[in-house]
């Protein structure tokens, strides 16, 4: 892992070590990832006026049929998979970054600050999170950016306890020792050293943190609390399940019905994806790293 | 360190904690830009905006104590919440206390349920998937609780919600219990009440059993592979007396902290579900309260949810201490 072009051999070779529901989750991914990447050459219809006859089941001028203002479906799962992404990814980004500083540093220097660093973490993933992403969407106001900062807040703890172990593990190999007693100071070491081992394994766990977000966002967007300038797969659902007497018409099979497959696939995918490469990256923890949340 | 004292440490931990989230909860609203008095705002458009002026907004300032400064008011706040006064809803027309008080019983009864129903279900399967190792049925029990767990619990509720409820009309589309039934005696309103429970419960069972199967299924692989163990099958013993006897009760000793440690996420997802069902616990309610901007009841649940997780958590880790000796000063399980 220490030269870079080996990078992607490496990722080839894990490929082939994926099981079937390995590669399925992968081509899921890649499907979402380009649906929201291509969303406007994709849909024929925009996905935020109206273009036919409201509540129209799928087949004809709409592949998925209309919602109850006669908005294209297809194109709205299109632009949902943009903020779906948007949120998941932003959300991974912001508390591998976080997190991985916390871990290294809390792993490097030891002592007090390891111990409130670990107590912190401790008490973090005990709290419940939905609870305060409501009540700082009611607060604060229900933006995107909001929603990320929110929940990155509530997800440092997993990359931050994995660098931990990693760097503490790595404090006391040889090759460390000898680039201290040669005078390498801190930045270096954690940019020389503990970033390239630690990298591999956060960015697994980046992969399951993208679906937790995902999962949250679409709860506060079912539950109507979400931003609602931005249209995702929870709010379509929000919208579809609010309509009233929706169980008694055909409304829901197509409705309720492909936004719920698009967030069921997508999160299963993300969590298939993220359980085979922590198989692969890490033999030793096999299955055990499951972690109940 | 002596137990007392680590003991004592936890619980200062778990206090300092909640002094933070109340802390929170307290300038949460403070935050908020705008003033409550420059203008009273009015429901409908024909209705005409008072806007105050400053003699009447002094006097609303000083009503509501607001123009006292922060220090004194957090601590109001805090002399408050002690005497278990969450404030009164502007919506509800009634103390949050009671209203919450109210729905409580609703919640708890709906996490309990999922919370014991998962862990039994879990610890059974994972026990049988331990047994089964990488036979058809560990493969079959593996792969199918993983799937199902991955997927969030307000979704699978909606499916349950869809197929038994709205398509086979085996249950009730959604509230706890039947509206201006008439209970002929006790037991007819316990079954109507477990009818309507019963979705929910399974939608946030479900959810939450992969991680307790594949938590059991770790515990008592580690466990069957112990050499006390291959002392009991050589005693001669039965299948059932070494599985239940000795391999289930010292697997179950790592099942138990994690039984309450999931707990707040199965919290977030009780609210949700509840949403899904129209289910009158204090998830459906702090979503009615959010949309009617009623504040006061929104941060009195969060409160009062957020200091129950944390109670649980801190008895469980308490229970886990006395339970296993072994423990130290970092409660060694609990990381990975």
Not at chain 2, 59 to 74: E, I, M, N, R, S
């Amino acid at each position: 892992m220490k030269n870079i072009p080996a990078q992607p051999v490496k990722m080839i070779k894990w490929f082939h070590d994926f099981s079937w529901s390995g590669k399925l989750s992968a081509a899921v991914i890649l499907a979402i990832l380009l649906l929201a990447v291509f969303a406007p050459g994709l849909s024929i219809h925009p996905h935020n006026t109206s273009t036919g006859a409201p509540l129209q089941p799928p087949g004809g001028k709409h592949l998925l049929g209309t919602d109850e203002l006669g908005v294209d479906l297809w194109a709205q799962i299109c632009y949902g998979a943009r903020v779906s992404l948007l949120v998941g990814l932003g959300t991974a980004f912001l508390a591998a970054l976080g997190g991985g500083l916390v871990g290294i540093i809390a792993g490097y220097l030891g002592g007090w600050p390891d111990k409130f660093i670990m107590r912190l973490i401790d008490i973090m993933i005990v709290l419940p999170d939905f609870p305060l992403l409501i009540v700082l969407a009611a607060f604060l106001g229900p933006s995107l950016l909001n929603i990320i900062v929110v929940l990155a807040l509530f997800s440092w703890v997993f990359p931050a306890r994995i660098t931990r172990s990693q760097v503490l593990a790595l404090k006391e190999q040889s090759y460390i020792k000898s680039a201290e007693t040669y005078g390498a100071g801190a930045w270096y070491l954690m940019w020389k050293h503990f970033l390239p081992e630690v990298f591999p394994l956060v960015a697994v766990n980046m992969i399951r943190l993208t679906g937790r977000a995902i999962v949250s966002e679409a709860g506060l967007s079912f539950l109507g609390l979400g931003d609602p300038t931005s249209k995702s797969w929870g709010l379509i659902i929000h919208h579809a399940t609010s309509f009233k007497g929706i169980y008694f018409t055909d409304f829901w099979k197509w409705w309720l019905l492909y936004p719920w497959l698009a967030l069921t696939m997508m999160v299963t995918a993300l969590a298939f994806m993220s359980r085979e490469l922590e198989r692969i990256a890490d033999p030793r923890l096999g299955g055990r790293r499951f972690s109940v949340h | 360190m002596g137990r007392l004292k680590k003991n004592g440490f936890r619980l200062a931990e778990y206090g300092f904690t909640i002094l933070i989230v109340i802390t929170l909860n307290f300038f949460l609203p403070r935050m908020m830009p705008g003033d409550p008095f420059l203008v009273l705002s009015s429901d409908s458009p024909e209705q005409e905006e008072i806007v105050l002026n400053e003699e009447q907004r002094e006097f609303y300032l000083h009503h509501y104590g607001l123009d006292k400064p922060a220090g004194v008011q957090y601590f109001t706040y805090l002399g408050e919440l002690c005497r278990g006064d969450l404030g009164y809803s502007v919506y509800y027309r009634e103390p949050v206390s009671v209203i919450i008080l109210r729905r409580l019983p609703w919640t708890i009864l709906m996490v309990m349920a999922a919370l014991v129903l998962s862990t039994c279900i879990g610890v059974i399967l994972g026990s049988l998937s331990a047994w089964y190792r990488e036979r058809w049925p560990d493969k079959v029990l593996f792969f199918s609780l993983i799937l199902l767990s991955e997927i969030p619990a307000f979704l699978l509720g909606l499916v349950l919600l869809f197929v038994f409820a709205a398509g086979l009309g085996l249950f009730p589309l959604s509230g706890a219990l039947t509206h201006f039934a008439d209970y002929g005696n006790r037991w007819e309103k316990l079954l109507d009440i477990l009818h309507h429970a019963c979705l929910p419960v399974m939608a946030l069972t479900v959810a939450r059993l992969g991680g307790m199967y594949l938590l059991s299924r770790n515990s008592m692989t580690t466990v069957l592979e112990k050499d006390y163990l291959r002392t009991a099958w050589a005693k001669g013993l039965t299948p059932g007396r070494v599985i239940f006897r000795h391999a289930l009760r010292n697997a179950l000793l790592p099942i138990t902290t994690r039984v309450f440690l999931s707990l707040g996420s199965l919290v977030g997802g009780a609210i949700l579900v509840e949403n899904v069902f129209a289910y009158p616990g204090l998830g459906y309610l702090m979503r009615e309260a959010v949309r009617v901007h009623d504040y006061p009841v929104v941060q009195g649940i969060f409160l009062v949810v957020t200091i129950f997780v944390l109670l649980a958590n801190f008895f469980a880790d308490l229970a886990y201490r006395i339970l296993d000796p072994r423990i130290g000063d970092y409660g060694g399980t609990r990381g990975g």
